[in-house]
């Protein structure tokens, strides 16, 4: 089974970026489509970015514009480039292909006001 760790999270101010990184241990290419979820404390897990195995892309509205999704399915690894952070970007940040039940550790993303 492919397992997926997150990477890349950290604190940073509010207008920063920060670059996340996804590494699958075996080929990301047998799953349709991956994605970026993101759960903040006391809330639900959110679907912020997803990419198609073909690259086409889809976003949350409320990170179009700041955020992009990429994927290297010769490298196995998925990446979500973070621009313009706001405080209510502050969340876990997971990697997965849509409908799959295990789940990463994922990566702390915080950003401060």
């Known amino acids: 089974q492919v397992q997926l760790v997150e990477s890349g999270g950290g604190l940073v101010q509010a207008g920063g970026s920060l670059r996340l990184s996804c590494a699958a241990s075996?080929?990301?290419?047998?799953?349709?489509?991956m994605g970026w979820y993101r759960q903040a404390q006391g809330k639900q897990r959110e679907l912020v970015a997803l990419?198609?195995?073909?690259?086409?892309?889809n976003y949350a509205d409320s990170v179009k514009g700041r955020f992009t999704i990429s994927r290297d399915n010769a490298k196995n690894t998925v990446s979500l480039q973070m621009n313009s952070l706001k405080p209510e970007d502050t969340a876990v940040y997971y990697c997965?292909?849509?409908?799959?039940?295990?789940w990463g550790q994922g990566t702390q993303v915080t950003v401060s006001s």
């Open positions: 075996g080929s990301i290419f047998s799953f349709n489509a």
């Open positions: 997965n292909a849509p409908g799959r039940i295990t």
């Open positions: 990419i198609a195995r073909g690259g086409s892309t």
